[in-house]
């Protein structure tokens, strides 16, 4: 009976552990580690790569909330079909608190589809800004200069980050 009780208790240690090492290693690995493998590298070196690229400046402001991480990624292919700039900030404690920006040259824009324009808004160079829901983003899409910015943040705080917060970031752009 002794030696059943041991056995047992042994094999309930080794479960316990292989568990508990099964699960430290079943974490996903975090955002340092995801993004750069993707491409992603700081914001500056991102922007930095873009505004050469496209002689242009991005919105300088991000919307009133807290982010804990913020990468950005600057494609530039083989011609300049799939030439692109995209910056996201994140918080890995509140997934709602996810923006972004991506901008590519008018040339490859993305189609703006109609039903999913909310409203219009003029920015205060004349350009006219489309705000849209788009898979549970709000969006604001405009071109200047030969570019096509979208302005996107999470739906899930858009009582802190209204279209006016999203208009006051893209009228930020240095002109």
């Known amino acids: 009976m002794t030696k059943f009780i041991s056995l047992l208790l ?38 930095d790569d873009f505004e050469q690229h496209f002689k242009q400046k991005l919105p300088l402001r991000v919307p009133p909330i807290s982010f804990t991480h913020h990468f950005g990624r600057f494609s530039d292919l083989d011609g300049d079909m799939n030439d692109a700039f995209e910056v996201k900030f994140i918080n890995d404690q509140l997934s709602e608190n996810h923006y972004k920006i991506n901008v590519r040259p008018v040339k490859n824009y993305i189609p703006i589809r109609e039903k999913y324009v909310v409203k219009t808004y003029e920015l205060k ?51």
């Open 10 to 47: 042994i094999s309930f240690c080794l479960l316990f552990f292989l568990t508990i090492d099964a699960t430290a290693n079943d974490n996903p690995s975090p955002y340092e580690e995801i993004y750069p493998e993707t491409g992603y590298k700081t914001v500056e070196a991102a922007l």
């Open 125 to 175: 160079n004349g350009v006219v800004a489309n705000y849209m829901t788009i898979l549970g983003f709000n969006v604001l899409v405009f071109e200047i200069d030969d570019l096509q910015y979208m302005i996107s943040i999470d739906k899930r705080v858009s009582d802190k980050v209204t279209p006016e917060a999203l208009l006051d970031i893209a009228n930020s752009i240095d002109y």
